[in-house]
């Protein structure tokens, strides 16, 4: 079973960007499709970007089409998720998670392995 690490998370002001860094062990992380998804205290946990084993094919909520960017290093065993022209609405704890059937499901009881989650923050 792998075992995701979230990094990168922080503070920043509007219009700032962050790079957040999931790390898998433990398992063949090339083996899965991988999401990062958000959540804020009394909300669902929602799908924000999806990527295909191989970093062909990516899926963006529409909310940061434009703005986010996922992509992997299957040689380092680690996803990333470039966010640029971060706003408020973006803050948020990060999580990133794997599944197996390779159609990014959007719903988050469909992924396992969940990291800890790194903290998001945008003040305006």
């Known amino acids: 079973q792998v075992q995701l690490v979230e990094s990168g998370g922080g503070l920043v002001q509007v219009g700032g960007s962050l790079k957040l860094s999931c790390v898998a062990s433990?398992?063949?992380?090339?083996?899965?499709?991988l999401g990062w998804f958000r959540q804020t205290p009394g909300k669902e946990r929602d799908l924000v970007a999806a990527i295909s084993w191989s970093g062909r094919s990516t899926d963006l909520a529409d909310s940061v089409k434009g703005r986010f960017t996922i992509s992997r290093d299957n040689a380092k065993n680690t996803a990333y998720l470039q966010m640029n022209s971060l706003k408020p609405e973006d803050t948020a704890v990060y999580y990133c998670?794997?599944?197996?059937?390779?159609?990014?499901?959007?719903?988050?009881?469909?992924?396992?392995?969940w990291g800890q989650g790194t903290q998001v923050t945008v003040s305006s």
């Open positions: 433990g398992g063949t992380f090339s083996d899965y499709t």
């Open positions: 998670a794997v599944e197996g059937t390779a159609h990014f499901p959007p719903a988050a009881v469909q992924y396992h392995s």
